[in-house]
């Protein structure tokens, strides 16, 4: 063994011997990371002996090599060790609080009661409906006309509606986009018609000048009422998430509509028992359905010996208001903000 | 249409609960909305016989009664009643008795000791009717309880009657209904009228001027008769079915037309001038005084009932004031016509007058009912008033309408409910409603609709009936839900959630807000030569017209939370806005935001500031730039409502919106009392229409990238954005991003200039770039900004 080597032996085991009395002195990250810097950087000491490698006899160099990688791995690996234990001592605990408030991203929200139409728009869409749409301000032809509700009708007073100049109405119901999208498709047509509505009633709990209906409406070959029944009691369950609501259907009159019904799920507070919200009837009234009547295929040009339809509607705040358990609409158009932070 | 269990009983056997019968009814199609017991708020009363009754001695308007009360001794009671008179049956409330909160007690009135009170009908509760003591039937025995004689607890039932059906305006409608659903039989009360030799002097002729409107009139005249109050019985049924009792001429008008449906109208036969009855149209301008004294101007499409000299009656609306019925009147022409539903509803509209018979005329009467109502009528009269019929009715009909006639197939019954009856149970469920069945050569079966179901019409309309009778709750829940995908989805609803989606990403809340606005908070919103799109029947003047922004409702919202302590606000909204242009009316949707107020509240962490215009702007671009149209370039804001801190978007020369500053002056008219208030407003359908319709992938840079920063001193009025845009043009292929990341003002550089400094990022596809590339590239870029903005680069 050469002096040089030696030498060089003896000081590797210096800067070991250095860096182990060095090593608990870095008490925090940073000060750990200036310990490796001065030891393992670029400029640092282990490096410096590298250097001196070149001088080393050719034949002691791959031994002193060896030495010289095995020192820094062990620096490595020991101030990794210390830098992992510094994640875990709790030496800095005075300074570190976890019960601080935490910095929240900023928050939105969609609105709870167009969450629900998402919600009702999904599970149609799922059952192969086409979302539609048309205008909110409407002509009395496809608002009552086509509809078959004629112009001195007294069926026309079952809505109060608002008028415009110009024989237009602000739509009573999402139903005109079924008149519009038959105009514009040959059946089958399976459609529902989510959209904002306008009925001249003073608002109150349950009452609002400006709601959301969503329509739908299937037309085919042999479409009958059982289908209707099966179609309202799928999209009951599904919406309120509970395969033992019921549906029940009552004859009632509409004029695009013949059979014409109401349809009513059972309470889903009570499972149909009787409570405040059935008004201990079991039965939570929802809104009206029925086989699409002629007269209405007559204005869209469909051959009713060769089809039949059916089409339902429901009233979009009752079921957020049953959902959510509210029990005055107007919070719904409040936009207080109290209310949409809760959603 | 409300009536009581009692008269419904009258016509059909009801057996079920009062719970079960209400069931029934809502189960057919009768929607029961309300059922009360009817009350009976006393007791202690019993029926007494008038023995005697003597005038009081010392008061002219008391009279004094021997009354036998079924108590061996007759009682002395002391009454006002004008009409109490000996003979006659009353109840009596003898000491003790209670008469809601009023106990009956022994009283000396005026020196005479009563021992009990003589009660009307109005004190017990019972009708309206105050005029006299009640007057009970001979079955009433003296002494015995009063509720007995009324018989067992009584219901009003109010039902929900829908339009298309007039026939169950009717308590027989309502009665064949329960026995159709009961399979019970129906008992109609006959009416025919024996009259004695035509009285010619008695002879009232009709014409018909207008079949078109009044295609059958048919009426009667009485003499003989006696005005008087109704009985009981009647003023009772009348009360709870929610119309007072007036004398038994009116009251038996109102009777059968609540019995049978069809409204007829008694005149004063004396007063109509030349024994004759013309129906015409009204001429325009007309001038008519109806009973409740009120003037009308009429429209020439009115139909009227005239005699010979003037009208007396709007046809199948209201009587003339010239010729009502009075208390002197003792012959009557009672009218009983078929008017045509349009008409009468065309004439109620137009004159704002809605009765109980226009109502049932409007959806329709029965054109084949007219007699069966007269003589019902004229019966009732007979019995009641002590009339004599003066001559045969008269029935001018000129042209009958029959029953329809339709065919139905048993097949299309089953498809269309998706049920499997047979024939006999659709003809009984037919048979059970008076539509008589027969059987057709092609095996359908021929129908034919009695003339007081107008509703019924095609075969369709049987369908219902067969369904609604059959009961909904025995058709099944098919259960092949649809599961057939193969229809596209809607890429405007899916565009339009998209964007929901994405500024509730950015902090935003939605709101939904009312679209009706007021005046006052939409004029401002108006473009140029635009006009507010006006509801003609408002409910008030704060929701008459359509919103011209949807930046008015999230003004309003900002402002209610505002007044409730919540200062800073982000809301979006996206809706529907209209204005007039000339005459056409314009919808389109909008996308709206707005921040009000600052960042938040303080935290521990750090200090709100205050909205500004890079924060809209910021969700503008983003906005933008996640729906992937890319390019946009800003111009000036349209719009008075908007501040001067504000800007116009364009993509591809098309107007997308504005966003920034909202007007101080705006803001303020909405009570929100700060100048941070910032708006974006985009056209939902511009977005839609420029949106890509496919993603393509950009491919990751493999090269490292090449940094490299340059600090500028600009005059102050040169825009920054306009040096970026430079930047980019002259940067070469390679200059990938150019990013503000200093920008000063103040006293560190000269007066008139300012400081900006840019991070530029180079990158080559293919290789790694040398720092020479770079550098020739920047000087390019330093060049260009010399020449064209006068720019010198800082040293640092």
Request: with cysteine.
């Amino acid at each position: 063994m050469s002096e040089n080597l030696s030498r060089l032996l003896k000081e590797i085991a210096a800067l070991e011997k250095e860096f182990d009395l060095r090593l608990p002195e870095a008490t925090t990250a940073s000060e750990l990371e200036q310990l490796k810097n001065e030891f393992l950087g670029r400029k640092g000491k282990l490096q410096s002996l590298f250097a001196l490698l070149g001088r080393a006899e050719a034949d002691e160099r791959p031994h002193l090599g060896a030495e010289l990688n095995r020192l820094k791995e062990l620096l490595t690996s020991r101030s990794e060790e210390a830098a992992r234990s510094f994640q875990h001592r709790p030496k800095v605990i005075s300074m570190f609080d976890p019960t601080l408030p935490a910095k929240y991203p900023s928050i939105g929200s969609l609105h709870p009661m167009l969450q629900v139409m998402d919600e009702i728009k999904q599970i149609f869409s799922g059952m192969g409906f086409r979302i539609e749409e048309g205008p909110e301000i409407e002509s009395e032809y496809y608002n009552f006309t086509a509809l078959n509700i004629p112009e001195y009708h007294p069926s026309r007073d079952m809505q109060d509606s608002f008028f415009l100049e110009g024989r237009q109405v602000l739509r009573t119901h999402t139903s005109p986009v079924q008149i519009r999208t038959m105009e514009s498709q040959k059946p089958p047509v399976r459609m529902i018609a989510p959209g904002r509505c306008f009925r001249k009633d003073t608002p109150d709990a349950t009452h609002s000048p400006t709601f959301h209906q969503v329509e739908g409406l299937v037309v085919d070959r042999g479409v009958s009422f059982a289908d209707l029944k099966g179609i309202v009691l799928a999209f009951a369950q599904k919406i309120f998430d509970d395969k033992q609501v019921r549906v029940r259907f009552r004859p009632s009159f509409f004029p695009f509509t013949e059979p014409s019904a109401e349809y009513d799920f059972s309470c889903i507070f009570c499972k149909g028992k009787g409570c405040r919200f059935c008004k201990q009837s079991g039965w939570l009234e929802i809104s009206g359905a029925g086989m699409v009547d002629p007269a209405v295929f007559g204005f869209v040009d469909y051959d009713p010996d060769l089809y039949s339809g059916y089409a339902f509607g429901m009233g979009v705040e009752r079921i957020a208001l049953l959902k959510y358990q509210i029990n005055d609409i107007r919070i719904l158009f409040e936009n207080d903000l109290r209310f949409l932070e809760q959603f | 249409m409300k009536v009581t269990l009692s008269w419904l009983k009258e016509y059909v056997d009801i057996t079920l609960s009062i719970q079960e019968l209400a069931h029934t009814l809502t189960m057919s199609g009768l929607e029961v909305e309300s059922v009360e017991e009817v009350a009976r708020p006393f007791s202690g009363i019993v029926v007494s016989r008038i023995l005697s009754c003597e005038p009081h001695p010392r008061a002219d308007k008391l009279q004094v009664c021997q009354v036998d009360a079924g108590r061996g001794e007759p009682q002395r009671v002391v009454c006002g009643a004008p009409n109490a008179r000996a003979g006659m049956l009353a109840p009596l409330a003898l000491p003790g008795a209670r008469l809601g909160e009023l106990t009956v007690e022994l009283r000396e009135i005026r020196g005479l000791l009563s021992s009990g009170m003589l009660c009307s009908e109005v004190e017990l509760g019972l009708t309206e009717r105050g005029e006299g003591v009640m007057v009970l039937d001979e079955c009433a025995k003296p002494g015995q309880d009063l509720n007995e004689w009324l018989g067992g607890t009584d219901y009003v039932i109010d039902i929900f009657i829908t339009p298309n059906r007039p026939d169950c305006l009717s308590v027989i409608g309502l009665a064949r209904e329960i026995a159709a659903a009961t399979r019970v039989p129906l008992h109609i009360p006959a009416a025919s009228i024996k009259t004695s030799a035509a009285g010619e002097a008695h002879g009232i002729s009709v014409a018909i001027a207008t079949p078109d409107l009044c295609p059958r009139y048919s009426g009667r005249a009485l003499e003989n008769i006696r005005i008087a109050p109704s009985p009981f019985w009647m003023a009772y049924r009348l009360h709870h079915a929610g119309m007072r009792a007036i004398n038994n001429i009116v009251d038996i008008t109102n009777y059968s037309m609540l019995e049978n449906g069809h409204p007829l109208h008694a005149f004063d036969a004396s007063r109509i001038e030349g024994r004759r009855i013309l129906v015409r149209r009204a001429q325009a301008g007309e001038r008519f005084t109806t009973l409740d004294g009120k003037e009308h101007q009429l429209e020439a499409d009115t139909c009227l009932i005239c005699d010979g000299a003037r009208p007396v009656a709007l046809a199948g609306i209201m009587g003339g004031l010239n010729s009502e019925v009075e208390a002197e009147t003792r012959t009557l022409f009672l009218e009983s016509a078929y008017f045509e539903p349009t008409g009468i509803r065309k004439s109620s509209k137009r004159l704002g007058i809605s009765t109980e018979s226009s109502k049932r005329f409007e959806r329709g009467a029965d054109p084949n009912g007219t007699l069966y109502a007269l003589d019902r009528a004229a019966s009732l009269i007979m019995e009641l008033a002590g009339a004599r019929p003066a001559g045969e009715a008269v029935d001018v009909y000129p042209a009958p309408i029959a029953p329809a006639l339709i065919d139905l197939s048993l097949d299309h019954v089953n498809r269309l409910i998706g049920t499997e009856l047979t024939a006999a149970e659709a003809e009984r469920i037919l048979t059970s409603l008076e539509i008589a069945c027969g059987h057709t050569s092609t095996g359908s079966i021929s129908c034919k609709v009695p003339t007081f179901r107008p509703d019924l019409t095609r075969p369709v309309d049987l369908i219902e009936e067969i369904a609604r009778v059959y009961g909904f709750d025995r058709i099944p829940f098919a259960r092949t839900v649809i599961l057939d995908q193969s229809q596209t989805p809607n890429p405007r609803t899916a565009f339009q959630d998209e964007v929901r989606r994405l500024l509730a990403d950015y902090g935003l809340r939605e709101t939904l807000s009312l679209s009706l606005v007021s005046p006052q908070a939409a004029a401002p919103f108006l473009g140029e030569g635009c006009s507010l799109v006006e509801l003609l029947n408002p409910l008030s003047t704060e929701w008459s017209v359509f919103r011209t922004s949807l930046l008015i409702s999230l003004l309003q919202n900002a402002a209610y939370n505002r007044n409730r302590q919540m200062p800073n606000l982000r809301f979006f909204e996206i809706g529907s806005a209209a204005w007039k242009r000339g005459e056409a009316i314009e919808e389109k949707k909008q996308i709206a935001a707005l921040l009000v107020g600052e960042t938040g509240l303080p935290t521990w962490h750090s200090r709100p500031r205050r909205f500004d215009f890079y924060d809209i702007k910021g969700i503008a671009l983003a906005l933008l730039e996640a729906l992937g149209l890319k390019g946009a370039v800003m111009g000036s804001a349209a719009g008075s409502f908007w501040a001067c801190e504000s800007a116009g978007l364009y993509l591809q020369g098309k107007f997308l919106g504005c966003f920034g500053r909202l007007d101080d002056e705006l803001v303020q008219s909405f009570k929100i009392k700060t100048p941070d208030v910032f708006g974006l407003q985009l056209e939902f359908d511009t977005l839609y229409t420029l949106r890509p319709q496919v993603h393509r992938f950009e491919a990751i840079p493999r090269f490292p990238l090449v940094p490299f920063d340059i600090a500028l001193l600009l005059d102050s009025d040169t825009p920054v954005g306009d040096v970026e845009d430079a930047i980019r043009k002259t940067g070469g292929e390679h200059l990938v991003s150019v990013h503000l990341f200093d920008f000063y003002q103040g006293e560190q550089v000269p007066q008139g200039k300012k400081s900006v400094a840019f991070s530029l990022n180079f990158c080559s596809k293919e290789r790694t770039l040398g720092v020479e590339e770079v550098e020739r590239a920047v000087a390019t870029i330093l060049a260009q900004l010399a020449g064209q903005f006068g720019a010198v680069l800082r040293q640092r």
